[in-house]
C-alpha cells in the first residue's frame, strides 16, 4: 500500500487529504497529515471572531472529526530526505521520529506578512490562527 503523506494541515492539505479520501480506496492509500494543529483554521471567518460577531469553535475544523482515514500527526516536520523518502518529525510532545512516504505533498508555509511599518512586527498582532483572533 502507498504512504502519501502531507506535510501542513492549512486550507491545501486538509482538502488534499479530504479529497485523496474521497477519490481513493482503502486499500489503495496511507494517508499522514502532519501539522502542529489538530484543526484547519477558516481564515476568512477570524474578522468576525475578532469582532465577537462569530465565536472561535466556528473558525476551526477539526481534522480528527472530518478526516477519518488519515492518521493526523500533531507536529512539525523539521527535515525531508527525499533520497530515502522519509522525514524528521518533532511532536508537540515526546521525541523526534522519522515517517516515511511514497509520495509527499508539501504544503506548509504561510505566515502573516507584515508591511514595512516601523514597529508594525512588534506591536500588531497577526491574524492566521484561532488564538490571534
Same mark, same amino acid.
Given at each position: 500500500?502507498?504512504?502519501?503523506?502531507?506535510?501542513?494541515?492549512?486550507?491545501?492539505?486538509?482538502?488534499? $487529504?479530504?479529497?485523496?479520501?474521497?477519490?481513493?480506496?482503502? *486499500?489503495?492509500? *496511507?494517508?499522514?497529515?502532519? *501539522? #502542529?494543529? #489538530?484543526?484547519?483554521?477558516?481564515?476568512?471567518?477570524?474578522?468576525?471572531?475578532? $469582532?465577537?460577531?462569530?465565536?472561535?469553535? +466556528? $473558525?476551526?475544523?477539526?481534522? /480528527? /472529526? +472530518?478526516?477519518?482515514?488519515?492518521?493526523?500527526?500533531? @507536529?512539525?516536520?523539521?527535515?525531508? &530526505?527525499?533520497?530515502?523518502?522519509?522525514?524528521?518529525?518533532? #511532536?508537540?510532545?515526546? *521525541?523526534?521520529?522519522?515517517?516515511?512516504? &511514497?509520495?509527499?505533498?508539501?504544503? $506548509?508555509?504561510?505566515?502573516?506578512?507584515?508591511?514595512?511599518?516601523? @514597529?508594525?512586527?512588534?506591536?500588531?498582532? @497577526?491574524?492566521?490562527?484561532?488564538?490571534?483572533?
Amino acid at each position: 500500500m502507498r504512504k502519501i503523506l502531507i506535510v501542513g494541515g492549512g486550507y491545501a492539505g486538509f482538502y488534499t $487529504a479530504w479529497k485523496l479520501e474521497r477519490k481513493l480506496r482503502r *486499500d489503495e492509500a *496511507d494517508l499522514t497529515i502532519v *501539522d #502542529p494543529r #489538530p484543526y484547519m483554521t477558516y481564515q476568512p471567518f477570524l474578522p468576525e471572531v475578532v $469582532a465577537g460577531s462569530i465565536e472561535a469553535r +466556528h $473558525a476551526a475544523v477539526s481534522m /480528527r /472529526r +472530518h478526516l477519518r482515514r488519515t492518521h493526523v500527526v500533531a @507536529g512539525s516536520v523539521t527535515a525531508i &530526505d527525499h533520497e530515502h523518502r522519509v522525514v524528521t518529525v518533532e #511532536p508537540n510532545t515526546g *521525541d523526534d521520529f522519522e515517517l516515511s512516504y &511514497d509520495l509527499i505533498v508539501v504544503t $506548509a508555509g504561510a505566515v502573516t506578512r507584515k508591511f514595512p511599518v516601523p @514597529g508594525i512586527a512588534e506591536q500588531a498582532i @497577526g491574524l492566521k490562527h484561532v488564538e490571534e483572533a
